[in-house]
C-alpha cells in the first residue's frame, strides 16, 4: 500500500483473530459464534477508528461494513463516510428469499408461500443475535440503537456493494444510499509461476477460504474427482497448510499464489463460495462450481446457479463423482460466466467505487456546509 502512495498502518492483530464458526453444530450456532467474533474486533476497531481521526484530522471516512466499532466511530463523528459491502447484503425487497440459507428465489404460489412461512422464522433468529452486540457497540459510541439488522446497512450515507445485476438477484429498487459498483479486483503485480508455463492442459482452479473454516477436503476431493480428467488442477489453501495435501500427477497444490494468471487459462473455478474467490472467477469470465461450508457462501452458491454462471454443491454432500458431475455442468456455462463478466465491467469496479465517494458524498457535503455558510 505504501509504495502505491497511501498512509498506511496496521492495526492490533487480535482485530485479525479468525473464526471458530467451523466447530458449530448448527447454522444458529455458527451464526452466534461468527457475531462474538465480530463484537470482539469492535472492541479493537473502534478506538482504533478514534485514534485515526484525531491523528489525520480526515475529510471523509470509507469503512468495512463488518468493522461494527469503525463503523459507529464514524456515524457518531458527523464527518461524511461510507461503507463498502464485499458479500451478498442481508436486504429485503419483493420477490427475493430471507437471507441466510441460500435458497432459491421464490417462484409461483408456493414459492411465495415458502417464504411467508420461513421469512419471520430466519429473519427472526438472525436479529436476536445480531441486533444485542451491534446496538451494544452503538450505545457506547453515544447511538441510537437499531430496530433490525437491514438498517446498519440503510443508515450509512453510502454503501459501496461491490457486486451487480443479474448476479445479484435484480431487485425493482434499490435504497438511495447503495450503489452496485461490481468487484473491485485487484492483486500486486507478480510475475507468474515457473511451472505454470509447463501446464499444457485446461487448467481447474480450486480455492478454500483465506479466513480458517476446515475447508481443506474440498481440495482432496477435488483432486481425487479430477485426477482422470483431461485438466490439471491448481489448487490454493491460503489459511492451511498445502504441505498436507497429497497431490495427483495433474495437480499442483500451493499455500497462495496472485490467481490473475491462472484465471486467464482455466475452464473452471471450484470455490468455496466466498464472495471474492468467486466474482474473481467470474469477471475472468470462468465458470465456477461453487461448494458452500457456511457464512454466506451459501447465499453467493445459489447466486453462481441462478445466474447461470456455474453450479452448485451442498459440502454436505461433497463426494468425488458428485463433484466431477459438478465441474463439467460448471464447464458448460462459460456463456453465462461471460455474461456475468460483462456485467461486472459495466458496473465500473474501482472507479465508479470512487466517482460515488466524490460525487454521492463528498461534493454532497462540501455543498451543504456551503449552503449552510450561506
Not at 86 to 103: E, I, K, W
Not at 205 to 227: G, I, K, M, P, Y
Not at 277 to 290: F, H, I, M, N, Y
Amino acid at each position: 500500500m505504501r509504495s502505491r502512495g497511501f498512509d498506511c498502518d496496521p492495526l492490533e492483530p487480535s482485530v485479525e483473530d479468525g473464526h471458530d464458526d467451523y466447530l458449530a453444530r448448527t447454522p444458529q450456532g455458527a451464526l452466534k459464534r461468527a457475531l462474538r467474533t465480530f463484537a470482539h474486533r469492535a472492541e479493537v476497531d473502534a478506538p482504533a477508528m478514534r485514534a485515526a481521526i484525531d491523528q489525520t484530522s480526515p475529510d471523509a471516512l470509507l469503512v468495512d461494513v463488518n468493522s461494527w466499532g469503525a463503523q459507529a466511530v464514524a456515524e457518531a463523528s458527523g464527518l461524511p463516510w461510507a461503507t463498502w459491502c464485499p458479500f451478498p447484503l442481508p436486504t429485503t425487497s419483493p420477490g427475493l428469499p430471507p437471507y441466510g440459507p441460500g435458497l432459491a428465489p421464490a417462484r409461483g404460489p408456493l414459492g411465495r408461500l415458502r417464504d411467508a412461512i420461513l421469512r419471520p422464522v430466519i429473519t427472526g433468529g438472525y436479529a436476536r443475535a445480531f441486533m444485542p452486540p451491534v446496538n451494544l457497540i452503538r450505545a457506547q459510541t453515544g447511538l441510537l440503537p437499531l430496530s433490525s439488522p437491514t438498517e446498519l446497512y440503510e443508515s450509512a450515507p453510502l454503501v459501496l456493494y461491490l457486486t451487480a445485476e443479474p448476479f445479484e438477484y435484480p431487485r425493482p429498487r434499490w435504497p438511495k444510499n447503495i450503489v452496485l459498483v461490481g468487484p473491485c479486483a485487484w492483486e500486486p503485480p507478480s510475475a507468474p509461476p515457473e511451472w505454470l508455463a509447463r501446464i499444457e492442459r485446461p487448467i481447474v482452479l480450486v480455492t478454500t477460504s483465506s479466513e480458517f473454516q476446515n475447508d481443506a477436503r474440498l481440495v482432496h476431493c477435488a483432486l481425487e474427482a479430477l485426477a482422470d480428467e483431461d485438466v490439471h488442477v491448481v489448487a490454493t489453501l491460503p489459511a492451511q497448510d498445502s504441505r498436507s495435501i497429497e497431490t495427483q500427477a495433474n495437480a499442483q497444490v500451493e499455500r497462495f499464489i496472485s490467481h490473475g494468471p491462472v484465471l486467464e487459462r482455466a475452464v473452471c473455478a471450484v470455490t468455496h463460495g466466498g464472495m471474492g474467490a468467486t466474482q474473481k472467477a467470474l469477471a475472468s469470465g470462468v465458470p465456477v462450481c461453487a461448494v458452500p461450508f457456511g457464512r454466506d457462501q451459501l447465499e453467493v452458491a445459489r447466486r453462481v446457479e441462478v445466474s447461470g454462471a456455474g453450479s452448485r454443491l451442498s459440502a454436505r454432500r461433497l463426494d468425488p463423482r458428485r463433484l466431477q458431475l459438478k465441474v463439467r455442468e460448471a464447464i458448460a456455462c462459460r456463456p453465462g460466466a461471460e455474461r456475468i463478466a460483462t456485467a461486472f465491467r459495466r458496473a465500473g469496479g474501482a472507479a465508479a467505487a470512487a466517482d460515488a465517494v466524490e460525487q454521492r458524498l463528498l461534493r454532497t457535503h462540501t455543498t451543504s456546509n456551503a449552503c449552510a455558510r450561506g
